[in-house]
Structure formats: C-alpha cells, structure tokens
C-alpha cells in the first residue's frame, strides 16, 4: 500500500511536470494556439509586438532597439507577423498560417553592425546546449535597420535542439563575436 502512494505520487508529478513543460516553443501547434497566437499579435500592432511581455521573452540583447536578436518559434513567428500585417489593417491568410505550422524549422534573428557584412555568410549564428552545437541550415539577409545595422536570419531545424534546454547564442562577425544566454523554456 505504501508503495502504491509512492507510486502514485511519482506518476503525478511526472504527468504534470510534463504539462507544464509542454507550453515552452511548442513545436506542434494546436489550432486553437495559432488562433492565440494570430489575436496576439493583432492586438499588439506594429512594433508594439516586440514590447509585448510573450515576445519580450523570445528576444535577447538589445534587440530590436539594438543589437541582439529574436528566436522565432512558430508562435512567435505568426504573433510578430500577424502584428506586422494588423498595422497595415491585413491580416495573416489561411495559406500564411499554414506554411509556419507545417515548417520544420524555426528561425534565430540577429541584429549585427553592417560594416563589413558582404553576405548574410559572413556572420556565423551558432547555438550551444551544453556540448550540443547546432548550425543553421541557411543563413539570409533580413531587415536593414536605420542606424546602420543588418539583420540576418538563421533557420535552425526543430529536431536538432532540446527546447527545455538553456542555449547560448553565438554570433561571430569578421570584428565581433556576441554571446547571448536564451532559455528556449521561456519562449512561446
């Protein structure tokens, strides 16, 4: 009997001590989270996004004011876009909902000084989980910024990372490299 309450109580904490994980970078979304996650981001339009206490946790540095990035998990991804179309009085389309939920990978946003920045190769995103190091699959050009900064995005594929785990960010430039603490447990 004794060993049934033990029992019992290990099963329980291990049943919601997984559901309490399981809302951390979501890699498959519920439609009832991309509907969430589309109202987010309409109420916060614009810019106002990156204010916003969800997307707050998913950006490190300064960004998007200064250096420093975003993680763009699929959440992340249709709340930032679906504010960056409400501003504009559009709003994201069935097929743009689709294409994010079916994605397989996520995107890591970087904000870097563009002297020096040739090609979106010459800036190298790294991510660190413990011995884990895990590489984009490509590296493109994003948003130039007013104050001579360049944005680069890194795809990363879901499957090569531990969503729960503490991550370094490592962005090397041919004159810099950053180093930035991201626990992808706090990012939506």
Not at 14 to 30: C, E, K, M, N, P
Not at 147 to 166: E, M
């Amino acid at each position: 009997m004794r060993f049934m309450g033990w029992y019992l109580g290990v099963v329980c904490i291990a049943v919601l001590g997984t559901s309490a994980l399981s809302d951390a970078f979501d890699i498959q979304l519920t439609q009832e989270q991309i509907k969430e996650a589309n109202e987010y981001g309409a109420k916060y339009k614009g810019k106002d996004i990156f204010e916003s206490p969800v997307v707050k946790l998913a950006c490190f540095g300064e960004y998007p004011k200064g250096e420093g990035g975003l993680i763009m998990s699929k959440y992340i991804k249709i709340a930032v876009s679906s504010a960056m179309k409400a501003i504009k009085d559009q709003t994201l389309t069935p097929a743009d909902l689709k294409e994010i939920e079916k994605s397989a990978t996520f995107n890591v946003v970087v904000s870097v000084p563009e002297e020096g920045i040739q090609s979106p190769e010459d800036v190298q995103i790294i991510l660190k989980q413990g011995t884990n190091v895990i590489l984009p699959t490509k590296n493109e050009f994003g948003m130039k910024y007013k104050d001579k900064r360049q944005g680069i995005v890194g795809a990363f594929r879901y499957d090569k990372i531990n969503p729960h785990a503490s991550t370094a960010i490592v962005v090397k430039t041919k004159k810099s490299e950053e180093k930035y603490k991201i626990d992808f447990s706090d990012v939506k």
